[in-house]
């Protein structure tokens, strides 16, 4: 079974406006982190937000904020008032963190999410 | 503050050539290193991490394999690509275990041809 689904393989969004990029994620481990990281098109991962299974308040940063529903596995990326400069690859991603900490750290990506920002 | 380099930036190889691809990361100690694969239009797929010098675990069977000569230093390498070979490769690397981040390379786009 998939780890972490993305479902949208493609996003339009108008300038100035907010989009969401859904993701669902599969994990029995009960500590975890989720991340979301931006690709523009010269390849480069970009790290944008990041949210612990423990943590109980929705992680923010700037423009981007994550909505974690943790009992719908759900870890949706939300990004308010869209650029230009926002065009680009969206993946999810989740770190488990194994029995013991033994995941080293290790990152399952989702297939990801091509937002196209209009003007 | 940490940077992290790749080389080349881009590669063509023909089927059945060798390959060498190198990683080093500056301004941190002890990282652990990982590689990954994104073939075109796709996610990242992880395909070798290190916790140490010397210290290899592969996550999935293939044609590549990985060392790390030096605490920084991450080289992923092949002695006879696959045309299955191609795509873009990242190395990463956090600092466990207060960093949850991984900061990623810019990157080796493989062409086999």
């Known amino acids: 079974a998939q780890k972490i689904t993305q479902t949208q393989p493609g996003m339009f969004v108008q300038e100035k406006e907010a989009v969401t990029l859904d993701c669902t994620y599969d994990t029995s481990d009960p500590s975890y982190g989720l991340f979301w990281y931006k690709q523009p098109s010269s390849g480069e991962m970009i790290f944008l937000i990041y949210?612990?299974?423990?943590?109980?308040q929705n992680a923010t940063e700037g423009r981007y904020s994550l909505n974690f529903q943790k009992a719908r596995k759900s870890a949706n990326l939300v990004i308010s008032a869209s650029q230009l400069g926002d065009s680009a690859m969206y993946f999810c991603?989740?770190?488990?963190?194994?029995?013991?900490?033994?995941?080293?750290?290790?990152?399952?990506f989702g297939q990801g999410t091509i937002l196209t920002v209009h003007p | 503050s940490q940077t992290i380099h790749q080389w080349p930036a881009t590669l063509v190889q023909p089927v059945g050539s060798p390959l060498s691809l190198e990683c080093t990361v500056e301004?941190?100690?002890?990282?652990?290193l990982y590689w990954y694969r994104q073939a075109a239009g796709r996610g990242l797929q992880l395909l070798f991490y290190?916790?140490?010098?010397?210290?290899i675990s592969s996550e999935v069977p293939q044609n590549l394999s990985a060392s790390r000569p030096q605490d920084r230093q991450f080289i992923l390498s092949s002695k006879k690509l696959l045309l299955s070979d191609s795509g873009f490769y990242l190395c990463?690397?956090?600092?466990?275990?207060?960093?949850?981040?991984?900061?990623f390379g810019p990157g080796t786009r493989l062409t086999v041809t």
């Open positions: 990463a690397w956090s600092v466990p275990p207060t960093s949850y981040e991984q900061y």
């Open positions: 290190s916790v140490g010098i010397g210290q």
């Open positions: 991603a989740m770190r488990e963190e194994g029995a013991g900490g033994t995941s080293y750290g290790k990152l399952t």
């Open positions: 301004g941190t100690s002890n990282p652990n």
């Open positions: 949210q612990g299974s423990y943590d109980q």
